[in-house]
């Protein structure tokens, strides 16, 4: 069973920095894209950005330019740097992978909107931004 472990989390002033990573592990096979999620009390969890096998990057427009999400293969781990920070990114941040059977259909140019659709999620990580 896929298991996904998120770290990194913390409290931070606006214009601040934090670093996410997510630990895959329990798989055999390849997990085509991975990406984070994140939820503010009361909100619909909202996208964030994804990143595909191959290196392909995808991101909300609200982090365009501020998030830089990349991944260590040989870790099985992805990673969310998150500069700039503001309070409006004051949420609980969810690494989220797709299973290899739905690579189609949740690991193109639209990845980011169907990140709440991933099959795999982790337990989650708390991003709060003072201001």
């Known amino acids: 069973r896929v298991q996904l472990e998120e770290s990194g989390g913390g409290t931070v002033q606006a214009g601040g920095s934090l670093r996410l990573s997510c630990a895959a592990s329990?798989?055999?096979?390849?997990?085509?894209?991975m990406g984070w999620f994140r939820q503010a009390p009361g909100k619909e969890r909202d996208g964030v950005a994804v990143i595909t096998n191959g290196g392909t990057t995808y991101y909300d427009d609200s982090v365009k330019g501020r998030f830089t999400i990349s991944q260590d293969n040989a870790k099985n781990t992805i990673y969310l740097q998150m500069d700039s920070l503001k309070a409006e990114d004051t949420a609980m941040y969810y690494c989220?992978?797709?299973?290899?059977?739905?690579?189609?259909?949740?690991?193109?140019?639209?990845?980011?909107?169907?990140?709440?659709?991933?099959?795999?999620w982790g337990q989650g990580t708390q991003v709060s931004v003072s201001s």
């Open positions: 329990g798989y055999s096979f390849y997990l085509p894209c």
């Open positions: 989220a992978a797709a299973p290899s059977s739905q690579s189609q259909q949740l690991c193109g140019s639209d990845a980011v909107s169907r990140l709440p659709q991933f099959g795999y």
